[in-house]
């Protein structure tokens, strides 16, 4: 049973004189139990449109979304009691209290009443706003509020988590407790969605991605199968002592020398038979997410 599946998922606009938009185009992928999926793309790729479907917030045009098996269109309330989210826009109720606003969607997600307040304890510690419980939501600055909203989120303890650019506009502390949260929830079993325009986030995060451009998934897939599809299959290495003879093929790049990778196992032979104690260090070439995006986004 997956957390998250669609099947051929489109949702057009039409709007009175004009031509038809197409935001989401035919979109079909899977995230697996227990993942970091990464939804990947440029602005206008069609993210936003498809997190709000998956959400419930819309419904698609055509095409099937279900989570853990439950139809989003056809049940979307025993849907959404899989799903927490945190949404790209801050949004806070703003005349109640932090603790007024855990207490509430800790109700309105049925949390037990008897659990309720140790479920909003254990979300204010982890999101070090134990301090600021008894404050009103509005007098917060924009990176408590954005803790506020994962705590929202995480209250009911959901087995599907959207993090949609949960670190937009952190500063860096932040964002790296956030980081420390996704891979916690992630090692509990958490199944996670995120997004984000920082593509090192991504890198340091997920496990698989889905590259979305116009609507369309441009690629998708576990994110090391990728690396190794768009890496330029090299090995580099240095020499302490460089003017020595080489084996065919290899070619200097400034204080390196590389040679198209054969197998990583027989080149690693190959060079400490022929270098020897020569050899001070070695690396294979592997494409970043950045480069890949850049690829196949140009």
């Known amino acids: 049973m997956n ?3 669609l099947r051929n998922v489109t949702k057009t606009y039409k709007t009175q004189g004009k031509p038809l938009i197409t935001a989401v185009n035919d979109v079909s992928f ?6 970091i999926h990464g939804l990947l793309g440029p602005n206008g790729a069609g993210k936003s449109t498809l997190i709000s479907m998956i959400s419930g917030m819309q419904a698609p045009t ?8 439950v139809d ?9 009691g899989f799903l927490g989210v945190v949404p790209q826009e801050v949004v806070v109720e703003m005349a109640f209290t932090v603790q007024e606003v855990l207490y509430y969607f800790s109700g309105m997600y049925g949390v037990p009443k008897a659990q309720r307040q140790g479920r909003i304890d254990h979300a204010l510690e982890d ?7 008894d404050e009103k939501a509005k007098t917060l600055s924009g990176g408590m509020k954005r803790r506020l909203m994962i705590a929202k989120a995480m209250i009911h303890q959901p087995k599907f988590l959207i993090l949609d650019e949960p670190t937009a506009g952190v500063d860096v502390a932040l964002r ?10 992630h090692a509990e079993g958490t199944t996670i969605l995120f997004t984000t325009h920082y593509l090192e986030e991504a890198e340091q995060l997920c496990d698989t991605i889905t590259l979305m451009n116009h609507g369309a998934v441009i690629k998708e897939g576990k994110l090391k199968d990728i690396q190794k599809e768009f890496s330029q299959n090299s090995i ?13 093929g290899v070619h200097r790049t400034g204080s390196e020398f590389e040679f198209p ?9 190959m060079l400490t038979k022929h270098y020897n104690s020569n050899l001070k260090a070695i690396r294979s070439e592997a494409a970043s997410l950045e480069s890949i995006f850049l690829t196949l986004t140009a």
């Open 72 to 80: 989003m269109v056809r049940n979307p309330e025993q849907a959404k």
């Open 176 to 185: 790296q407790r956030i980081w420390d949260i996704v891979r916690r929830l």
């Open 127 to 133: 999101l070090q706003l134990s301090d600021k419980k």
């Open 261 to 269: 990778m054969r197998s990583l196992a027989e080149d690693m032979e």
């Open 3 to 5: 957390p998250l599946s």
């Open 30 to 35: 899977t995230i697996e139990p227990g993942s």
């Open 62 to 69: 055509s095409g099937s979304i279900t989570l853990f098996d």
């Open 236 to 248: 580099h290495f240095e020499l302490y002592d460089q003017n020595v003879p080489h084996p065919e």
